[in-house]
């Protein structure tokens, strides 16, 4: 082959990678979501504060999260929603897009601010910056939020968030999630953990005996939050696990196990039917917990829309289907690394 000719087919290749690389660091295209309108009653119904992240790997999880929770609320036009993010400006267009009427704001979340105290977990997912934002919601969102519910973007929600939102935290609790006192709590934290002389201590004295709850739901009161210093005792026992001891696995939920244990305000199981993503290895298919459920959570390694782009979807994902606002040209290799 002429030199000039092998040239010419190595500009092409390198043409090819350029515009790959491009392609690759889009975002996927979504469709615009219908409009929800309040209905009778809603003029003196509260603002409620939703919390969520936003990232590409996690986008199209995100907006069927919003999606839900608008189709089943009572007052849609009275929802704020807050999201954070490490590109804000890159995924403020994309909610905007398929929401045009939502009122939401976007904050960066520096991932500074944890880099240094994130340590390897049993799930890459699971040590992005991003999954320990809830830990700065305090601080990142308007100190005029005194209240927020946080959700994580694996989930969706089948019943009006009003009544999450309406939890009775009175008269000092900080968070409310449903929480699971026949869960083995013993297996969340390691060996190292209860062989210490001074670790197991940290639950002495908690109003009742501690039981695991799951961090993707919670509804948080921020001002208490504040007022008790709760970001930094998180930040505290993420430093013990980094520099002291391997004192658990789990990525962000292990620290709030460790400061709200005993200490949560119960909220029914129906609002957090968690698990439904398998295990954090191999992602099996489950079933629901029995009993009610007003929000479904794919917890886990398996995810609702890559399984049903693989074509081997479990039984339940077909009730995350009907919210996904992804357009069918889009890109999927995005979602593949969680």
Not at 202 to 229: H, I, K, Q
Not at 271 to 283: K, T
Not at 322 to 331: C, N, Q, T, V, W
Request: glycine share 6%.
């Amino acid at each position: 082959m002429p030199l000039s000719a092998l040239l010419a087919a190595l500009l092409l290749l390198l043409a090819a990678y350029g515009m790959a690389l491009a392609t690759s660091s889009e975002l996927p295209r979504f469709r615009e979501a219908p409009a929800f309108r309040n209905g009778p009653g809603c003029a003196s119904a509260p603002t409620v504060h939703i919390a969520m992240t936003l990232d590409a790997a996690y986008l199209r999880g995100s907006l069927a999260g919003v999606l839900s929770v608008l189709r089943h609320a009572s007052c849609p036009e009275s929802l704020f929603f807050h999201f954070l993010a490490t590109r804000p400006r890159r995924f403020r267009p994309a909610v905007a897009a398929s929401f045009p009427s939502l009122a939401f704001d976007v904050y960066r979340f520096d991932p500074d601010l944890v880099r240094g105290r994130i340590s390897s977990s049993v799930r890459r997912a699971l040590d992005q910056p991003l999954n320990y934002a809830r830990i700065y919601l305090a601080d990142i969102l308007p100190r005029s939020v005194r209240r927020v519910i946080y959700f994580d973007s694996d989930l969706v929600v089948v019943d009006d968030v009003a009544r999450l939102w309406a939890t009775d935290l009175a008269p000092d609790h900080v968070l409310a999630a449903p929480e699971y006192c026949h869960a083995n709590f013993t297996s969340y934290f390691t060996d190292r953990f209860w062989s210490d002389a001074n670790f197991p201590r940290s639950f002495s004295g908690r109003s009742r005996p501690p039981c695991y709850f799951n961090t993707g739901v919670m509804v948080m009161e921020l001002d208490r939050w504040r007022a008790g210093g709760y970001t930094r005792m998180l930040e505290s026992w993420m430093e013990v696990q980094k520099r002291e001891a391997r004192i658990y696995e789990l990525g962000s939920m292990p620290p709030f196990l460790l400061v709200f244990a005993g200490e949560v305000k119960g909220v029914e199981h129906r609002w957090n039917q968690h698990g439904l993503g398998g295990d954090n290895v191999e992602g099996l298919c489950r079933d629901l917990h029995p009993g009610p459920v007003s929000l479904l959570h794919w917890s886990g390694k398996g995810k609702p829309w890559l399984r049903l782009d693989a074509g081997h979807s479990c039984p339940l994902d077909a009730l995350w289907a009907p919210y996904d606002l992804l357009l069918r040209d889009g890109h999927h290799d995005l979602f593949a690394d969680v």
